[in-house]
């Protein structure tokens, strides 16, 4: 499987700031997935992220808010703006795997965000 | 009606006894189906994936995948301790995006 690390793996940010959150992958891979843990609950797909074109957003999640950047196929970055306590959650990033079962997603290692 | 249903638990399952996890989904045409463990504030684990009818072992895992009924479960065997944690019963839709269900918490007992 895809080895995934991500940084930060953890922040407290003050409301109105931004964060943005980088995901290393030490593979290429095309597509690279981003989500969002809210406290107690699933995971939510925010986007998509594709190299040399634009992300491609869930509904209920516009790139105002949280813009993606896909510079290479081995990285990609996922901001929170203008952050409210509403926006504390995980945020995981996820690839395919490049072995044997094509279509199998792994995820990072998170980033814990607490909005204050 | 969610996309992808499961019990949220807790499931309490003596050590040694089987615990059953249930999902069912909505869109008949969904082809691959995953089960991830999720440890308290940690990030989700694949343990099992499964695209036919019928069952699927690895170890003390087993899925069960029945397409006509469009639900999907997961079975573990000889439960342990560190067999407590969260499960999540995922749904592969377009494009690779996965569909998560809200997760079944299995407390094992000692």
């Known amino acids: 499987s895809a080895v995934i690390s991500q940084k930060p793996s953890r922040d407290i940010c003050q409301r109105g700031t931004s964060l943005t959150i980088q995901c290393q992958v030490d593979s290429q891979v095309t597509m690279m997935f981003w989500y969002r843990q809210q406290p107690g609950q699933s995971l939510t797909l925010i986007a998509t992220a594709n190299q040399g074109s634009e992300a491609t957003y869930e509904s209920g999640f516009v790139i105002d808010k949280f813009p993606i950047s896909r510079p290479n196929l081995t990285f990609s970055t996922l901001t929170v703006s203008n952050m409210s306590p509403e926006d504390s959650s995980i945020y995981l990033c996820s690839v395919f795997s490049q072995g044997t079962v094509p279509d199998t997603q792994y995820f990072g290692p998170g980033t814990r965000l607490t909005v204050l | 009606q969610k996309e992808v249903e499961q019990n949220s638990g807790p499931l309490s399952v003596p050590e040694g006894a089987i615990a059953s996890l249930n999902c069912t989904y909505s869109?008949?045409?969904?082809?691959?189906f995953f089960w991830y463990r999720q440890y308290s504030g940690k990030s989700p684990e694949l343990i099992m994936s499964i695209y036919s009818n019928g069952d699927k072992e690895d170890g003390r895992f087993t899925a069960q995948l029945n397409k006509a009924s469009q639900y999907v479960s997961l079975l573990i065997r000889d439960s342990q301790p560190s067999d407590s944690a969260t499960y999540l019963c995922?749904?592969?839709?377009?494009?690779?995006?996965?569909?998560f269900g809200a997760g079944t918490q299995v407390v094992v007992t000692p």
């Open positions: 995922a749904v592969k839709r377009s494009w690779g995006k996965l569909q």
């Open positions: 869109d008949r045409g969904s082809q691959s």
